[in-house]
Each structure stands twice: as C-alpha cells, then as structure tokens.
C-alpha cells in the first residue's frame, strides 16, 4: 500500500492512497490542473482513479473534485449530505456519485472504506479507515474535538493522517478577528497541537505507528511548533515506536508499505 498527501493546509488538500489495482482520493481541495500534475508526479494516471470520496464540502476539500470527475470519469462517493452540499444539481446531473454512510464501510476495488463521525462546522463531516492487504490507514484532517468514535478509529491506524491546525497561544495573540478564533477553538472547528498530541496519545496500543499531522494553519502555526509539542507530549508519555512527520502545504513523499522500515 502506498500513500501520498498531495496537499495539506487551508490551500487545498487532498490524499491518495494506492493499494494492488485500487486507487482512491480522499478530498480533492485543489485546482484541477494541480491535482492532476502531483496525481502524475506521484506515477497515477488520473484515468487510473477508482474514486473521490469527500470528507466534507468545504472548498479547500473538494475544490477540484468535481472538474476531475467530469474529465476522466471517476466517481464521487460521500454520505448523501455532503454529496448534496458538495455538488449543485446543475453539477451533480453530470458526474457518476455513491453514497457511503457514516457509521458503515464499503468495499472500493481492494480496499476497505469505513467512515466514521467527526467534529467540524460541515453539514456531515467524517474521517475514513481504509483498509488494503491488512494495512490501516486512518484519516481525520478537520475536526474540532475528539470523539469516542475518532479514538476507537485511530486505534486501528498504523499510518494517521491527524489535523494540528494551530498552537492556541499563537492563535490567540495573531491577527485573526475574535468571531474567527472562537470558531477555530470551538468543539466544531481544529485542533490545536496539543489536541492532536492527546488524540495520538489516547490512541496508542504498543504497536508501531506512523504519524502524519497534517492541516497546519499557516498564520497560527509552524511545522517545528506542532512536531515539538506533539513530540514532547509523546515522550512523557512514554510512547514509543513512533515516526512522526508534518505535513507541507505542497507534495509529501509516499508512505509505502514496502520499504517502511527504510524511512
């Protein structure tokens, strides 16, 4: 199984996962035409995709994904709420779509897809388990808390794809109107470095996992700030056996579950 983040941050994101002869996009928050250079840059023929499954219908989600459906014929798949806020019906009339409920998984090609609940100001939002050839990967980029349910998902992930928006102290003393840093703190907005440290932290069993923290704000963070305090938190802890990593806002090198134990 292999995985790339092909974009992470308010720009846009976007993340493929590639497992035998299966090919799926969570998110397609991107310009079409950059979408389809790093599908490319990443070895994928964009006609190669077997689906595009949203996470939600905020535009730095699903930007690209209509554009990309409609040029090389690749399915949309999301809970009906997202499906109806993501896509006009002027738009929807032209573009194959499925439904996945939360709560349920489907089998996509040779992949698993459950989707779980998630926090976020979204008609519906979710994060995703995929699961290929007894690989998990678990993947919740906007949220505004930590549920039971994300944890319960997390535990199963050996590579976790986790939002650490922002450093609260930053946030607070930046220059974001307060309406705004009210909405990023609330229950129903991002989580703060120290939030994902504690989601990490709830959901480590012993087993080696790898750890992707991803949608970092670029006013209200820094990629040393939310690797620093996610690691401090994690040492005393105790945890071990983790590779952490944070995520550009551009093209990040492929999690692949050949070589793991090279990286």
Not at 57 to 70: K, R, S, T
Not at 119 to 137: E, K, Q
Not at 205 to 225: C, F, K, M, Q, Y
Request: net charge negative; hydrophobic share 45%.
């Amino acid at each position: 199984m292999r995985v790339w983040s092909l974009g992470s941050g308010s720009s846009g994101n976007a993340v493929l996962l590639e497992g035998g002869d299966t090919r799926l996009l969570i998110d397609a928050g991107l310009p079409p035409r950059t979408l389809i250079t790093r599908l490319r840059r990443a070895g994928m023929d964009p006609h190669c995709l077997n689906a595009i499954i949203l996470t939600h219908e905020h535009h730095d989600h699903i930007q690209g994904a209509a554009a990309l459906a409609q040029e090389f014929d690749v399915p949309i798949i999301a809970n009906e709420h997202t499906l109806r806020a993501a896509l006009p019906p002027e738009v929807a009339g032209n573009i194959t779509t499925d439904t996945l409920t939360i709560g349920y998984e489907r089998r996509i090609g040779q992949m698993d897809v459950y989707a779980f609940p998630v926090s976020h100001d979204a008609v519906a939002p979710c994060g995703y388990l995929v699961t290929c050839h007894g690989w998990r990967v678990c993947i919740a980029i906007d949220c505004g808390m930590v549920s039971s349910e994300m944890i319960e998902a997390l535990l199963l992930g050996q590579l976790i794809i986790l939002e650490a928006n922002h450093d609260r102290q930053r946030l607070l003393d930046g220059p974001y109107p307060w309406a705004l840093k009210q909405r990023i703190l609330s229950p129903t907005g991002h989580l703060s470095n120290d939030q994902a440290a504690d989601a990490i932290i709830a959901a480590l069993d012993g087993a080696v996992h790898w750890i992707w923290l991803a949608h970092l704000s670029r006013t209200n963070n820094l990629p040393e700030l939310a690797a620093r305090t996610v690691t401090l938190k994690l040492r005393q802890y105790g945890a071990k056996h983790i590779t952490l990593q944070v995520l550009p806002p551009g093209m990040h090198t492929a999690w692949d579950t050949t070589r793991l134990w090279d990286i």
